[in-house]
């Protein structure tokens, strides 16, 4: 099945304990990005990559880091998590950017103390 | 800075009403994409729309382009309760390949 398959689904963590969100695809797409989704802010994207070696900054990327080695994995960094990165976050990818429509994960739901 | 504004922000309707959400960019958009998110879900796409005055129905559902690129609706003909959730557009800006701008959603409830 084609999907995107984000983990952690849930993590409650504490401020300055790095953590990793890992996120996969089986579609052999170019395209993923990370968003994140706040009450009355909607979806800002955080980073995103047309391929893989390439990554670029998105609207509120500070606090982030990606990598993309392989072409299906695109996990979201926190090297220092803070309270004000608490948050959904999506995963999501397409076949050649913004052209293609969006498969989004199922989510993961940060909670920083 | 390039934004997409969607209202409402949120919108009640009693089931069986029609329901319209409405995006407007600040910029000229070559393409434009809408998304639903159910309660608890993630967005998934709905449709994407590319030329000037472009209309197109899905059931229920109709979507427009306006002429300049820089509006759209999303009408949903007698809602049902299967239409609760947020609905999203995303705009991907004229020439700039790298950039997509997403409305920050309307939120429909369905009153039984």
């Known amino acids: 099945e084609a999907q995107v398959t984000q983990n952690p689904r849930y993590l409650i963590t504490v401020t300055g304990k790095k953590l990793t969100v890992t996120c996969s695809q089986n579609?052999?797409?170019?395209?993923m990005s990370w968003y994140r989704q706040d009450p009355g802010l909607g979806l800002r994207q955080i980073y995103y990559s047309m391929n893989v070696e390439v990554t670029d900054k998105g609207d509120v990327p500070e606090g982030y880091k990606v990598s993309r080695k392989e072409k299906r994995n695109f996990p979201l960094i926190l090297e220092s998590p803070s309270p004000n990165q608490t948050s959904l976050y999506f995963c999501?990818?397409?076949?050649?950017?913004?052209?293609?429509?969006?498969?989004f994960g199922d989510g993961t739901r940060l909670s920083i103390l | 800075g390039q934004q997409v504004m969607q209202i409402p922000q949120y919108q009640h309707v009693q089931e069986g009403e029609d329901f319209t959400t409405y995006c407007n960019s600040s910029?000229?958009?070559?393409?434009i994409q809408w998304y639903k998110q159910r309660p608890g879900g993630h967005p998934v796409f709905l449709i994407q729309l590319v030329k000037s005055g472009e209309v197109k129905k899905q059931k229920r559902l109709t979507f427009q382009f306006g002429e300049a690129k820089k509006n759209s609706s999303l009408h949903i003909t007698a809602t049902q309760t299967t239409d609760v959730g947020t609905y999203f557009c995303a705009g991907r800006p004229l020439n700039r390949d790298d950039k997509i701008i997403f409305g920050k959603g309307t939120r429909l409830h369905i009153l039984p």
């Open positions: 999501a990818s397409s076949l050649s950017g913004y052209n293609q429509p969006q498969h």
């Open positions: 910029t000229t958009l070559s393409n």
């Open positions: 579609m052999n797409h170019e395209y």
